[in-house]
């Protein structure tokens, strides 16, 4: 998939995704951090609606980038699509790819994926609609999930050797551990919530829901 498929393709996801069968309270928040504090009270702050937090959620999980995000959704792209105006000012006044930039009033952008695991995989799901394992798998937010221990092993080693041969060398084992304590739910298709552990099988099934 290209990047202009993909930018259009969650542009149009996000405004069209039926979101009324979703719990918002339970939705990717089931334990408390600094982060998603954070993040939450920016969104209420500024008065974020559902949709667009969705949106500004899923343009993270799957454009990554700050800088890349806005010259996508500032650009003639952007503009045919009608995007939000009010997703477009809390990406540019109040999320940073800067991690020495942060304050309380501004948010790292490439941390909603791991504040809102739940949203980043449905969203994920619906645009890649993966048909392979690994390529859900190798997601930093994926061992938030509640699946199978022997799934988030998986994860674990194809995050730790992306830190130690293509970023700084510097995989923190218990950031790791923290993070896979979570079990954040998976949601089907429609928005319900899947109450199950899933393990490879249940996991392949579940992929295919979205194909």
Excluded at 165 to 188: D, M, T
Aim: proline share 2%; charged share 30%; hydrophobic share 35%.
């Amino acid at each position: 998939m290209s990047d202009k498929d993909t930018f259009h393709d969650l542009i149009t996801h996000g405004q069209n995704v039926d979101l009324t069968a979703i719990d918002w309270n339970g939705f990717g928040m089931r334990n408390s951090s600094t982060y998603r504090r954070q993040a939450e009270e920016l969104f209420s702050t500024y008065n974020i609606n559902k949709r667009d937090r969705y949106m500004i959620i899923s343009l993270s999980t799957v454009m990554r980038k700050r800088s890349r995000v806005l010259t996508e959704i500032k650009g003639e792209k952007g503009k045919k699509l009608k995007i939000s105006n009010d997703i477009i000012n809390f990406i540019e006044k109040f999320c940073s790819d800067k991690l020495d930039k942060i304050n309380s009033e501004l948010f790292p952008f490439t941390h909603f994926p791991s504040c809102y695991p739940s949203v980043s995989c449905y969203a994920f799901c619906s645009i890649y609609k993966p048909t392979e394992l690994k390529t859900i798998i190798e997601n930093t937010w994926f061992c938030q999930l509640n699946v199978h221990a022997d799934l988030k092993k998986e994860q674990k080693a194809w995050e730790k050797d992306v830190f130690t041969s293509q970023i700084n060398g510097n995989f923190r084992e218990e950031i790791w551990n923290l993070k896979s304590a979570e079990v954040h739910p998976l949601y089907k298709r429609d928005g319900t919530e899947l109450t199950v552990v899933l393990n490879k099988k249940t996991l392949a099934e579940y992929i295919k829901t979205f194909i």
